[in-house]
């Protein structure tokens, strides 16, 4: 199994920034891709940004050119760098990881909320 545990949410102004961990521990060998989800109240849970073994990042169109994700793959962390915050990425964000299986571990999720 893998455990997940995400850090960084915040209360941040729109226009701000704030940077969120996450650190997988457990099988982490087996892990392949991670990533980041995220649900506002009453919708539904989104991709935001995922990233390879190899770093190959992959974003939702919303937050292109104003979140990058990146990996530490020594320290089995992932990181998603959020700029230019806006009102509407008001979300709990959860870390998630991939495993050969496939099989897919969960983060207990971290909030993050804009105020204009």
């Known amino acids: 199994q893998v455990q997940l545990v995400e850090s960084g949410g915040d209360l941040v102004q729109a226009g701000g920034s704030l940077r969120l961990s996450c650190i997988a521990s457990?099988?982490?060998?087996?892990?392949?891709?991670m990533g980041w989800y995220r649900q506002a109240p009453g919708k539904q849970r989104d991709l935001v940004a995922s990233?390879?073994?190899?770093?190959?990042?992959n974003y939702a169109d919303s937050v292109k050119g104003r979140f990058t994700i990146s990996r530490d793959n020594a320290a089995m962390t992932v990181y998603l760098q959020m700029n230019s915050l806006k009102p509407e990425d008001t979300a709990v964000y959860y870390c998630?990881?991939?495993?050969?299986?496939?099989?897919?571990?969960w983060g207990q999720g971290t909030q993050v909320t804009v105020s204009s």
């Open positions: 998630y990881a991939d495993r050969t299986g496939p099989r897919r571990s």
């Open positions: 457990g099988s982490i060998s087996s892990i392949n891709v």
């Open positions: 990233i390879t073994r190899d770093g190959i990042g």
